[in-house]
């Protein structure tokens, strides 16, 4: 019979080395041994282990900190204690963590007032427990550049004091913290109270009172809201400020008081050093014998 059989094959098929050889290794490159893990591990996303912008350290960090139990202690003394590349490479780590979304650390009041630092460690960046499914693929949001952040203006010049003593700065930051009670737009936060302390303790070293400090710094402000009350507060400092007190002498000092004693002559009280004659009986000359 010269009919052709449809289900043979026209030729042998080559064999795929992929396929047909799995356990078949390569040339080159890393040979994986793995073991079937069933108790004490942990499963992280290759988009951290293989992150293409993180460095070794922050992706290693980023690693074992999803390993953790929630509760554990990730600060930086923490975290230097435990590995050994030191605080400043571990803090820089932090923040690639922090700048690539997978860890966010906000500020909050605990019921007794105090600030603490809440840490969370996101496994995948951009998606949070409460969002749709659509937020769980977003890429991770990134940082402005530093170029493109809003400088804030450079805060005037003040004057600096002859001698600056902790006393001294303590008594002008107390002074710029009252200001708001004569004007509560002259409100200043604490680095702007830390600008202006020298200019404050300048003035006081100059013989002024904390009143009259006051009142040149709150006297005839304008009628339109501060934008920046530390700027106009830092003119006024420099522009307004008094001259150095007049000289003065130092007071002479007391006279020295000797202790009262008998002259040896005539036994009238006198002060003398030492023992010996009064004026009278030094200026009579001496009867002859």
């Known amino acids: 019979m010269d009919s052709e059989n449809p289900s043979a ?3 042998p098929q080559s064999r795929i080395p992929g396929k047909n050889h799995p356990r078949r290794r390569p040339h080159s490159g890393v040979v994986h041994d793995n073991v079937h893990h069933t108790s004490n591990f942990t499963v992280v996303g290759n988009h951290l282990a293989q992150h293409p912008e993180l460095s070794g350290l922050a992706i290693g960090l980023g690693l074992h900190i999803q390993s953790l139990p929630t509760g554990a202690p990730i600060d930086i003394k923490t975290l230097a204690s435990r590995f050994p590349e030191g ?4 803090s820089a780590a932090l923040r690639e963590l922090e700048a690539h979304g997978y860890l966010r650390r906000t500020r909050e009041r605990t019921p007794d007032g105090r600030i ?3 840490t969370v460690s996101c496994n995948r960046p951009g998606h949070h427990r409460t969002a749709d499914a659509t937020a769980a693929h977003r890429p991770p949001a990134r940082r402005p550049a530093p170029a493109d952040r809003p400088r804030r203006k450079a805060l005037p010049a003040v004057p600096q004091p002859a ?3 902790p006393a001294l ?4 930051i107390d002074l710029l913290a009252g200001l708001r009670r004569e004007d509560p737009r002259l409100l200043l936060s604490a680095s702007d109270a830390e600008h202006l302390a020298p200019g404050v303790a300048a003035w006081l070293e ?37 001259p150095p007190p007049p000289f003065r002498a130092p007071a002479p000092p007391p ?3 000797h202790p009262l004693r008998n002259c040896d002559g005539c036994d ?6 030492e023992p010996g004659l009064c004026r009278d009986c030094r200026s009579d000359p001496p009867e002859a014998a």
């Open 163 to 165: 001698y600056a003593s």
């Open 87 to 90: 605080a400043t490479r571990i």
């Open 169 to 172: 700065l303590q008594t002008a």
């Open 206 to 242: 100059r013989d002024l009172t904390p009143t009259a400090v006051r009142h040149a710094l709150t006297s005839t402000l304008p009628d339109e809201p501060l934008h920046r009350p530390v700027a106009l507060l830092a003119h006024r400092l420099t522009a307004q400020l008094p």
């Open 116 to 118: 603490v630092t809440r």
């Open 255 to 257: 006279a020295v008081r």
């Open 268 to 273: 009238r009280g006198i002060r003398t050093a």
């Open 9 to 11: 094959p026209a030729r």
